[in-house]
């Protein structure tokens, strides 16, 4: 019993919950131990790279207007392609969230006639309307851009044969989803993604390679742009912010490809020479050096929930001791009640927001009904901890982030609280 129990049962978590948490957590010496050494990793990652930009006071100045001549905008964007080991990168406030830097990332270097295959299945759900899978105001396909894809093998490999019928003249850009998504698919390895961006190539040496690194940043001790990637895209409220940015995405990659980004964020011939960084270079910079840490503690989270939820005998998504290659964690849970009394549980344990109930919506995006436990200091921010769902089978509930260790894991030990008084499970 540790030196928390007290104050955990004050805030009404049971003994058996404690006792069956100690359990689980006495199995997970060894993935913890791997996860430390890939944080500490990035971290010095990290270091080299701010060193090597001579990142100083004056980069965290707030500026106007056009915003011309913003040395800390353009040193930040020098920073993240130098850690990812990009020719160049594109950091901005502008950019609003994860599926706007991949819909830019995408308009800006699809023309009419070109096509845009996935060859690893469906993508994210938000994307469907990007692409125009699902008709949509202002879609790709709106734009003469057409859609293909390949699905994954029933095993959840990649579908090489199919690929290659797949790619052909008009493939111009190939968009690979790291992270599962709201799927429960395994999510991909750096390796796997350089293994799949090489086939590609061979197929097709002058295709655009795009990953969708949404969640996977600092998760292992690569990124995509060092296996060959041509461009990679994410989100500022996720991993590389660090909890601290409170808007914002990147997009890194080959310098004539961001390039085309910059000109279609702003307007043909302004390019990157604008855009004002709204005085948020300081949380863009601490967030960055400090995304290592805050993603190992978000990872321990999730190793935590597996182990928790597989000894109860439910289906996860990866298991607590495979490998992770980003930080979310799917549990099955087999009913709409299970998933609402998890994410009560989530949201009881949060900072902000706690005495708030979630409850299934319809949202923006989704075609289905989805429930969000989220008591983030930034909305909707899910390096915070999170959890959230569509309400359709499996009933899988999606878990990620922790900006500690110990907040994952009151979390979580709220979340089997919860299912345990509404006589949901049973601890064994
Ligand atoms: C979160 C996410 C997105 C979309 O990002 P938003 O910031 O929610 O718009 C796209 N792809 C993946 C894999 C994601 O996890």
Known sequence: MNESNAIYREMGISDAVLTFADGVLATLTAPFARTDAIAEG????????????????????????????????DNLERLYAACFGAESALVRPQITCGTHALALALSANLLPGDELLSPVGAPYDTLEEVIGIRPSTGSLREYGVTYAQADLRPDGTFDYDAIRRAIHERTKLITIQRSKGYATRPSFSVEEIGR???????????????????????????????????????????????????????????KDLIDRCACRLTAPGLGREVGVNMGLLTSF??????????????????????????RLGFRVVPGSDEVRHDIIQAVELGSRERMCAFCKGIQAAAPVDSYVTPEPWA??????????????????????????????????????????????????????????????????
């Open 285 to 310: 910079y601490q967030g960055f050096f400090l995304a290592p840490a805050v993603v190992g503690s978000a990872v321990k989270g999730a190793i935590f929930t597996a182990a928790c939820y597989q």
């Open 363 to 428: 949202m923006p995006g989704y075609d289905s009904e989805v429930i969000m436990a989220a008591g983030a200091f930034n909305q909707g921010s899910s390096i915070e901890l999170s959890a959230d769902g569509p309400i359709r089978p499996p009933y899988a509930v999606y878990f990620q982030g922790g900006l500690t260790w110990y907040h994952a894991k009151l979390g979580v030990l709220m979340s089997l609280q919860k299912l345990l008084d509404a006589g949901l499970i049973e601890l064994k």
């Open 42 to 73: 990035n971290q010095a990652k990290v270091l080299l790279a701010m060193q090597r930009c001579r990142v100083n006071a004056t980069h965290f100045n707030p500026s106007t207007g056009y915003g011309y001549d913003d040395e800390g905008r």
């Open 196 to 254: 799949l961006i090489a086939f590609c190539k061979q197929c097709k040496p002058d295709v655009i390679c795009m990953v969708d690194n949404c969640y996977g940043e600092f998760v292992e001790d690569r990124e995509p742009t060092e296996v060959g990637a041509d461009l990679m895209v994410g989100s500022l409220i996720k991993n590389p912010g660090g909890g601290l940015a409170p808007t914002g995405g990147y997009i890194c990659g080959r």
